[in-house]
């Protein structure tokens, strides 16, 4: 038993916070939660010392012994609920891996994004398809006046999704299994992961794929179970566990362990009940005095059962001997977009005669360096934290020019019309070198888009790289990517190496995450730009709060729900 405990144990105690709730038998624990992990250099998929995997006790109440079981009943269900969650997103995960095979066989067919620029071409609806989208879903402009250009950019977006969607449906064309065990009801354990997931196109589909593909996801579940039951140990008055387990000692339920309490509440008196009457009414008739009774009656019988748990609470001492699992270590598919590519002469420090400046590529990928540690930043420029992190970015990028390849990847809901605007000027900036100065003048003049005469740049040109689909192409590009690795409104968010930073980041962290793995590339190995692979097993990360469709993005890249509800996530 303590072998398969051992499993569960990182290099530091996790740290882990309970939230409050209503003394209910069924009430749900919401957990806030971080976890520091020590780093390590072997590989150890999440599923070979997963969450409570083959755990029979999960902790101690005194010196009594309790198991998972018990714990799953006492919170209602929170371990079989989380198992049929981790199996949904295991096969959202697998779809999407084969899918994005499907992707890079269609770019190998056709001339890299072409067949993407296509599709972008040819989803944009007309103006009587936006009318029938606004008339068919009432439900969607309940109470406002649709505006016509919003909806048809998110119509557009929502239709592109579909048609690459499709594209590579048709390739795969029935060439996807997976080989996944069917879960139990309820079931009682993990959903296991041979070596081989399944099968894509006529290539195995592995493990190690599925864990890095719903990296965020995955360890969001398995940390939230593991720190939704170590919170029942911290004795709390509304502590579902403690009070089943005192219920069960006396062969009760939990409603008659309450109901007993109640009864013995002492009894209103009726000279109480009169004062009580004329102190909250100012009448004393029956009425009054009968309203009066019950509040006090409601008021005594709180009292009881708070001393009941009182009692329980100071007699008893609980103790989990769960620690969480080891936060995900992901490697970013790609790292598509442009580099800080000019920075402003004027304000950089002199640099290396034989400085190699890193470009953006004709797809919109930076140079493969294998010896360069890849950075890349996920952003946009409305968010209010977007300008501190872009001087974080700039920072970081002049002080390890040399050493990292770094990636700007535009974060925001591409439904939202204004910040895809500002993305495709900003791609078009990037593309001839003037990001950096694009994101200087945006700043400057609160938020205002910069014009090609303000960046020095012709402006024909830069209004056709605008409306060039293939900006268009690259920008949900990326704006996919944000999607698939959980960061979601986490604006700005870095991935570094293989190890995300998930929201904005003090340039102090960002430095000593890249010294910490420019430090470990003796393990890391890293290939290029098309995913680093390596031997990390654990790297720092902090919870994920915002993955609640993160499963539907994997298996459909677009979710009609999403389209409507981009603009608030993003605030």
Known sequence: MRSRLQALRTNSRATRVAATMAIRIAAAMVILTA??????????????????????IAGYLGDDAVSVTELDQAIAGAAAKTWREIDAVIRAAGQGVCRQR???????????????????QSAQPTSEAVAAFVRDNPDLFA???????????????????????????????????LELPNLADPPTGEPQLAEKVGNCMSSAISRDEIERFAAYPL???????????????????????????????QGLTVEQLFEKADDAAEPATAAEIEEAARKRYGDADDLSRMKAELALQALRQGDARMELV??????????????????????????????????????????????AT??????????????????????????????????????????????????????FPATVEPMFADALAAQCASQAGKLDAWAKAYFANAAARPTAKQLGLDNKQFDACIADAATAVKVLADTDEGLRMGFREA?????????????????????????EELEATCSLGFRNHSGAVGT??????????????????????????????GQKEER
């Open 491 to 515: 604006v700005p968010s870095w991935v570094i190496g293989r190890r995300p930073r998930r929201g904005y980041q003090r340039a102090a962290i960002v430095a000593a995450t890249i010294d």
């Open 358 to 411: 890193p470009t953006t590529s004709a797809t919109g990928a930076s140079p493969q360096h294998n010896t360069r540690l890849p950075v890349a930043y996920f952003a946009n420029f409305r968010c209010r934290q977007c300008k501190n992190g872009w001087d974080v970015a700039r920072d970081t990028l002049r002080a390890y020019d040399e050493r990292i390849d770094f990636s700007f990847v535009h974060h």
């Open 219 to 249: 360890y969001r579940r398995r940390a939230e179970l593991v720190s939704t039951i170590c919170a029942q140990f911290e004795i709390d008055y509304s502590n579902p566990l403690l009070l089943s387990r005192e219920a069960s000692k």
């Open 35 to 56: 976890a520091a992990v020590a780093l390590g250099c072997t590989l150890l998929h999440p599923t070979e010392a997963d969450a409570l995997q083959g755990t029979d």
């Open 536 to 565: 990390r097993d654990r790297a720092a990360g902090e919870l994920p709060k915002d993955t609640a469709t993160d499963t539907k993005v994997a298996a459909n890249p677009n979710p009609q729900s999403w389209m409507v509800r």
């Open 143 to 177: 109470g406002v006046d649709p505006d016509d250009e919003l909806v048809r950019h998110r119509l557009r977006v929502e239709r592109y999704r579909t048609a690459i969607g499709a594209a590579a449906d048709a390739v795969i064309d029935g060439r996807f299994k």
């Open 102 to 120: 499907a992707y890079d066989e269609l770019d190998a067919r056709q001339s890299s994004e072409n067949w993407r620029i296509a599709a972008w």
């Open 310 to 355: 009182e009692r329980l609470r100071a007699a008893t001492t609980g103790r989990c001997t769960l620690d969480l699992p080891s936060a995900p270590v992901v490697a970013r598919a790609t790292l598509k977009m442009g580099d800080l590519n000019a920075l402003d002469a004027r304000t950089a420090p002199p640099e290396p005669a034989a400085r």
